[in-house]
């Protein structure tokens, strides 16, 4: 199977502040991976798609960026609704796998 | 608007069965691939389960392979997920999502909670 590690586990940030976050994968899986963000008691919600797409509706804060095993999302400008958690996900091989999430909190 | 709508978790003891649904509605649910996914209490995301749009193929993460059935019925746009031989480790909220484009998940449903316990 394919591990993903994201890093940081939690980030502190205050709102009007630029954060990335990073997501390794265990091998290369070119630009298959997604990036989704969760709201405590949501259900997550795709942002990113093929390593640097932007989903439909998602605002251009959001950015993705990598290929092979090393990939980042960068949210500039913070704003309130974005402190939430962050997943990656490989979708390069069966079983597609996440990564164990970043927890960005306010500072 | 697509809306996928799960039903059918609550408490169950060890060893016991369950069986999930989701209802989808606001797209053509016939030629979509469909997933579940799961999150145990304040942990992450695992994907558990595909099935094809035709229900030919499906796939399993080997934690439930063996234990649990995906399944559909695209006259009623609805997917299952038969559950059996729970185990208190199988405790989550249970997502269903439709595939994406490639294998990404878009969108999820607001998810069905499984507590397995004595």
């Known amino acids: 199977d394919i591990q993903m590690t994201q890093s940081p586990s939690t980030l502190s940030a205050s709102v009007g502040d630029t954060v990335t976050i990073t997501c390794r994968a265990s091998?290369?899986?070119?630009?298959?991976l997604a990036w989704y963000q969760q709201q405590p008691g949501r259900a997550p919600k795709l942002l990113i798609y093929?390593?640097?797409s932007l989903q439909s509706g998602v605002p251009s804060r959001f950015s993705g960026s990598g290929s092979g095993t090393e990939f980042t999302l960068t949210i500039t400008s913070l704003q309130p609704d974005d402190f939430a958690s962050y997943y990656c996900?490989?979708?390069?091989?069966?079983?597609?796998?996440f990564g164990q999430g970043t927890k960005l909190e306010i500072k | 608007e697509v809306q996928l709508l799960e039903s059918g978790g609550g408490l169950v003891q060890p060893g016991g069965s369950l069986r999930l649904s989701c209802a989808a509605s606001g797209f053509r649910f016939s030629t979509s691939s469909m997933n579940w996914v799961r999150q145990a209490p304040g942990k992450g995301l695992e994907w558990i389960s595909y099935?094809?749009?035709?229900?030919?193929?499906?796939y399993y993460a080997d934690s439930v392979k063996g234990r649990f059935t995906i399944s559909r019925d695209n006259a009623k746009d609805t997917v299952f997920l038969q559950m059996h031989s729970l185990r208190v480790e199988d405790t989550a909220v249970y997502y269903c999502?439709?595939?994406?484009?490639?294998?990404?998940?878009?969108?999820w449903g607001q998810g069905t909670l499984v507590t397995v316990s004595s």
């Open positions: 996900q490989q979708y390069d091989n069966y079983p597609w796998t």
């Open positions: 093929k390593a640097s």
């Open positions: 099935i094809t749009s035709s229900g030919d193929t499906v």
């Open positions: 091998q290369t899986i070119s630009t298959w």
């Open positions: 999502a439709k595939t994406g484009g490639a294998n990404w998940f878009d969108p």
